[in-house]
């Protein structure tokens, strides 16, 4: 989980990938083409972020007070070596959770300014069976997605200024989070219904 809180504008915007007639994802970089994208870190040396919108095949387990809930696993991005842990054979899960009582009782760790948490498990099962947050409200994200800082490249930044992505306005950010909440583990009966969204 990130630790820090960042100074940085861009930690804890929302951007998606261009809505332009032609993506500029159709030929490189297709992981973005119609991407949502929580922006995590933005430093001197990178911009980095996780995808929302990618729901995986995989789901996890949550033990809550005796009873198994899934959630469905989302890709965060293609760099799933650098956020494992030595000895890991899978990245580890960041939780993520839009929740203001999360700030009130000291839940997890806020994403800029955004109003979304990241969360341990711990602390994601802590907030629910406190009845601060509802299974329904929770993500769960693998992987991560980085932009290098080098030169005239000023991470994700010049990327939205080149017109590959735009930022989601604060005022629309809890809509998109509702949408990107109601997609279901990716099955041939989901994926059509998924990418509506």
Not at 3 to 8: A, V
Not at 30 to 38: A, E, R, T
Not at 109 to 120: L, P, W, Y
Request: glycine fraction near 8%.
């Amino acid at each position: 989980v990130w630790s820090t809180p960042q100074s940085s504008t861009m930690v804890g915007a929302l951007i998606r990938a261009s809505s332009a007639k032609r993506s500029p994802y159709l030929l490189a970089d297709q992981g973005f083409h119609k991407s949502i994208i929580l922006i995590v870190l933005d430093d001197e040396e990178s911009s980095q972020g996780v995808i929302l919108n990618h729901v995986t095949t995989e789901t996890i387990t949550l033990d809550l007070e005796g009873t198994n809930v899934e959630i469905p696993v989302r890709y965060g991005g293609p760099l799933q070596d650098l956020a494992r842990g030595e000895g890991d054979s899978k990245p580890p899960l960041v939780f993520l959770l839009s929740s203001p009582s999360l700030r009130e009782a000291s839940i997890g760790v806020e994403v800029g300014t955004s109003g979304i948490f990241a969360c341990t498990k711990q602390n994601i099962t802590k907030a629910i069976n406190a009845g601060l947050a509802s299974i329904t409200d929770v993500m769960a994200v693998q992987g991560l997605s980085m932009w290098k800082k080098h030169c005239s490249h000023s991470g994700v930044r010049g990327d939205i200024e080149e017109g590959y992505f735009e930022e989601i306005s604060n005022n629309n950010i809890g809509n998109v989070w509702r949408r990107l909440l109601s997609q279901k583990p990716l099955t041939q009966e989901t994926l059509d219904e998924n990418l509506l969204i």
